[in-house]
């Protein structure tokens, strides 16, 4: 077993729960988040300055009332979130099949069974683990994403096995432009998750989202360019609890930036900000709100 996914041995007794805890039904495990939903919102309090920080930026036009709705709100799926991932160490395709369900498939695959590879920029609304491994059970070609490692060696390999068990390859951060370079033609689709505030040192655009000046990461706009790669947005909707509909949405078929002017700096992130924004009024609760969006201030010029 440590050979294959590489568990260290003073955590195999840790596995063998979480693998036992991901066995149990989804209903099951509903029960022990409607509990952790309780322990975070109204005892513990986890992240509840940031979660509240967040949402008076955000939406500044609620009242307080209506932003603590969205706090609970937010708990509330946050903690199914959780046991979903949990989860997922355990789900069959078919069980994945039946929680997930691509509303518009023909939109990626006339751009992959034609031989283009495409980027999907997903984002942390609703529940942001299944969807490449729903890739991978519905399409016939590969499907990849790209993620950075944890520190922790037990975890890593845990969350590496957990996310690619249903066919999914994972792609280190810091090995993007080398594993584009080789598969350069190879038709397959890969997800970035770029919704996240990049480090210091790595911010080079700042747009306006959700009433504030905020970095985006811009690696997939230099990418498609780079490569001529169509790029789509992934909106997913939770329609009940353990049930989604995903949905692409085309930024550019790799020319031509749709509802945007190609002078503009970085079409492809602003057209990514204004989708993800858009998703987030219609669904606020539904947003990574414990990640301090806000934490750089944009230098005045």
Same mark, same amino acid.
């Given at each position: 077993?440590?050979?294959?996914? &590489?568990?260290?041995?003073?955590? =195999?007794? /840790? ?6 805890? $991901?066995? *149990? ?126 520190? &922790?060696?037990?975890?890593?390999? =845990?969350? /590496? ?6 066919? $999914?390859? *994972? ?131």
């Amino acid at each position: 077993m440590n050979k294959r996914i &590489n568990i260290p041995p003073a955590y =195999y007794p /840790l596995w063998l729960l979480l693998k036992g805890l $991901a066995a *149990l039904p989804l209903p099951v495990l509903y029960l022990f988040a409607d509990f952790l939903y309780f322990l975070m919102y109204y005892v513990i309090g986890y992240r509840k300055k940031v979660v509240e920080q967040n949402l008076r930026m955000a939406f500044p036009e609620n009242g307080e009332q209506e932003r603590q709705r969205i706090a609970k709100a937010f708990y509330r799926q946050f903690a199914d979130v959780m046991v979903e991932i949990l989860h997922l160490a355990s789900m069959s395709r078919e069980e994945m099949l039946r929680r997930t369900t691509f509303t518009n498939p023909e939109v990626l695959s006339r751009y992959v069974e034609g031989g283009t590879p495409v980027l999907i920029l997903g984002t942390h609304v609703a529940n942001w683990e299944w969807s490449l491994s729903a890739a991978a059970v519905t399409f016939n070609f590969p499907a990849e994403g790209v993620y950075k490692p944890l520190n &922790n060696p037990f975890f890593e390999s =845990y969350m /590496l096995h957990t996310r690619s068990r249903l066919g $999914a390859h *994972l792609i280190k951060m810091k090995d993007t432009l080398r594993e584009f370079v080789a598969k350069r033609k190879v038709p397959r689709v890969v997800a970035l998750l770029s919704d996240q505030t990049p480090l210091r040192s790595e911010i080079n655009f700042w747009t306006e989202f959700l009433h504030q000046d905020t970095p985006f990461y811009t690696g997939a706009e230099k990418l498609s360019q780079r490569f001529g790669y169509p790029v789509l947005f992934l909106d997913v909707k939770r329609t009940s609890r353990g049930h989604y509909a995903l949905t692409f949405e085309e930024i550019t078929d790799g020319k031509t930036v749709h509802g945007l002017s190609t002078e503009a700096e970085f079409p492809v992130t602003v057209a990514f900000a204004r989708k993800l924004e858009a998703a987030l009024r219609r669904a606020p609760a539904d947003y990574l709100w414990t990640h301090k969006r806000w934490k750089h201030k944009r230098p005045k010029s």
